[in-house]
């Protein structure tokens, strides 16, 4: 398997559509930065969600998956499945956010996923944040859009564990969804770990990257 470090990141940005997004989608990545670079600065910003019981369970959980981290974290109150219709305040959210820090890392959502809002913010990233990594995350859903990605995060087992117990700790009002359970995360994570010849992994999508081979 191809290695290609990304240098130490001291600034990460993560951003996702609903509260537990990217705890979903990057949550593993999330705690082996933090656990490696203690008082690394995490920027995170949730369209939707802001003033519900959803808001509070985001706060919880992000603090548990960038533990020591300076975590900053944002949830706007854009309607639920309605993101495409509100295109000018999620893009402002963006740009706002962009104005204030300087990331060496973008966590995202993926531009192909079937998610509208997924969707719609993973095409606002790249507008605000033009040169940066950005890493698209994936979220296993009933839309079955998972692909083939082109970047890996190898997961240790113990992180892999604590990810999936995080997510079921802190993220109560999703435990009645039929995909939102144990065997569906871990079952990922692992599929992508044996793409990557790792036990587990997170698999990202990367639109665009800079080479430096002869630095």
Known sequence: MIRLGAGRPERIVAMGAHCDDIAIGAGGTLLTLCLARPGIRVDALVLSGGGSEREQEEQAA?????????LRLTVLKLPDGRMPAHWEEAKAAVEELRERTEPDLVLAPRTDDAHQD???LAKLVPTAFRDHLVLGYEIVKWDGDLGRPAAYQPLTPEIADRKVRLL????PSQRHR????REAFLGLARIRGIECHERYAEAFAVTKLTLNLGG
């Open 62 to 70: 992000l603090a548990a998956f960038c533990p020591g981290a300076d």
């Open 118 to 120: 997924h969707r719609g």
């Open 168 to 171: 079921q700790e802190h993220y």
């Open 178 to 181: 039929p995909w939102y359970d």
